[in-house]
């Protein structure tokens, strides 16, 4: 392990050098390549976590990494793809960009194609412009035509041809901005155009609002409540299944606790569970009013949050498994008992009023039941079968 361990060290060590720091490309001779050796290119392709170019490059650049300077000029085009770019030289061909904070200090000679979160182009462009950032800043200006995609967009410098921008919040000119062509946006509000700025062409404004209107916004709600009812609804089948899938005997021990007695024992299970789930969030609060009392608060209200889901839970099987006793005559307990029961208590609970009182009751009777065999296991020995209530 140890020889592998420093090879790879080595190996990045040697990477991380080759993407800090470059030479220059050279050009062989015409006929003093000996025969058979590779032919050189004087394109450059770097790739590492930080990419400094120092120097000239002959051809076209393509750099990939965290943090690129490109701090030599590039004779063609560029390709960077980093984090951070800054472009601290001239770049004679066309330049495209990728990153997430991007700064261009000196011209372009072609064109400028740039994705960016903040780009900030200070120097001029003597081709065209094609821009998508959520925070642009251009300048020095642009020879050709130009087209801004993004949230926040400053434009600033002469600009030769015509203007288009789509901004999500504003559109603003420095002073001083030159526009030979038109400047065609679309923005929330009117930019920001102030006396000293000239547009030649005209200025052709359509205002857009991103935010959606009253019944989007209404078929939007409506959307996300269901979206939200549907998973709820489907997390309780799932939970419910396995609960009684994976222990049909303790579902079995909850539906003997409720069903398998007198109709008084019914109704003080039901009166148990629904005092617990009253009172025990005050005695939760009066327990985290004294400093003492607060850690015992803590762990009774896991216990009692604990309780309230595993009452909803066990109502679903109560009423699948009820249906299998009444209509089916079976006495264990399915995993489909519990899917089925949850299913159907689930619509129930759409109906207003009724529905929510039924659902109350169950839960109740879940909750009781709960109680009762926690207790018994608890504090009674195996021969003490005497019920809580």
């Known amino acids: 392990m140890r020889p592998l361990a420093l090879s790879a060290i080595v190996l990045a060590l040697y990477l991380g050098a080759v993407a800090t720091v470059h030479a220059a490309p050279t050009a062989e001779a015409p006929g003093a390549r000996s025969p058979g050796a590779p032919v050189s290119s004087s ?40 984090g951070s770019v800054a472009v601290r030289a001239a770049v004679r061909g066309d330049l495209r960009l990728l990153a997430g904070h991007a700064t261009i200090e000196q011209p372009i000679a072609g064109d400028l194609a740039a994705l960016a979160l903040r780009l900030n182009v200070e120097a001029p462009v003597t081709g065209s412009v094609l821009v998508g950032a959520l925070r642009a800043v251009l300048t020095g200006g642009a020879a050709g035509p130009v087209v801004m995609y993004g949230n926040a967009i400053t434009l600033g410098g002469d600009f030769a041809g015509d203007v288009r921008v789509v ?30 700025a000239t547009v030649a062409g005209g200025v052709s404004y359509t205002a857009a609002s991103y935010l959606p ?34 222990f049909p005997r303790f579902a079995e021990a909850v539906i003997d606790e409720v069903y398998g007695r007198r109709m008084r024992h019914f109704l003080l299970t039901a009166l148990l569970g ?96 709960l109680l009762q065999i926690a207790f018994r296991f608890a504090f009674l020995h195996t021969d003490e079968t005497e019920p809580l209530v």
Request: a neutral charge; charged letters at 10%; zero cysteines.
């Open 43 to 82: 394109n450059a392709y770097e790739v590492g976590a930080s990419v400094i170019i120092v120097a000239p490059v002959a051809e076209d650049l393509t750099a990939v990494g965290g943090t690129i300077v490109e701090a030599a000029e590039v004779a063609g085009d560029a390709l960077l793809v980093g």
């Open 274 to 369: 629904f005092a617990a789930a009253v009172a025990t969030p005050i005695l939760i609060l009066l327990l985290a009013l004294t400093f003492i009392g607060l850690g015992l608060a803590i762990l009774l209200a896991i216990v009692y949050a604990l309780l309230i889901l595993l009452a909803l839970v066990y109502a679903g099987i109560l009423t699948g498994g009820a249906f299998a006793r009444r209509f089916f005559y079976r006495d264990h307990v399915r995993w489909s008992d519990g899917v089925l029961g949850t299913l159907a208590l689930s619509l129930v609970a759409l109906v207003p009023v009724i529905g929510v009182l039924i659902v109350l009751v169950l839960a109740s009777l879940a909750a009781g039941a």
């Open 167 to 196: 901004a999500g919040d504003r559109l603003t000119l420095l002073p001083g901005t030159k526009i030979n062509g038109s400047l065609t946006y679309q923005a929330p509000v009117p930019a920001t155009i102030p006396q000293s």
């Open 213 to 246: 209107g009253a019944g989007v916004s209404k078929t939007l709600a409506l959307v996300s409540i269901g979206i939200f009812l549907f998973a709820r609804v489907l997390a309780s089948l799932i939970l419910a299944g396995l609960l009684a899938g994976l």
